[in-house]
């Protein structure tokens, strides 16, 4: 099995930066596409950013121009830096993944435990 790892939430005010990282928790085969996704209080869980294994990026247009996902294959870690926050981006951040932990086994998704940010003055 494995564990995505994520770090970096927290309180910010509102146009203060936030980095995000979700990294796994042991050695992996391959990582396809990494995302991370956000959920509000009473609101669905909604794409916020996708990276594939070729660096191609997605974003919600939300977020575009001010989020930027980036990833170390080196590491399996995937990174959200998070500029010009506004109190609409408050959410619990969850990282995504489809690995194959091994050439044994076929890709799955997983997800991490998710951590809060907060945009409040």
């Known amino acids: 099995q494995v564990q995505l790892v994520e770090s970096g939430g927290g309180l910010v005010q509102p146009g203060g930066s936030l980095r995000l990282s979700c990294a796994a928790s042991r050695s992996i085969f391959i990582v396809y596409s990494m995302g991370w996704y956000r959920q509000a209080p009473g609101e669905q869980r909604e794409l916020v950013a996708t990276?594939?294994?070729?660096?191609?990026?997605n974003y919600a247009d939300s977020v575009k121009g001010r989020f930027t996902i980036s990833r170390d294959n080196a590491k399996n870690t995937v990174y959200l830096q998070m500029n010009s926050l506004k109190p609409e981006d408050t959410a619990v951040y969850y990282c995504?993944?489809?690995?194959?932990?091994?050439?044994?086994?076929?890709?799955?998704?997983?997800w991490g435990q998710g951590t809060q940010v907060t945009v409040s003055s």
């Open positions: 990276i594939d294994s070729g660096d191609s990026t």
């Open positions: 995504n993944a489809e690995i194959r932990i091994s050439p044994a086994t076929l890709s799955r998704n997983y």
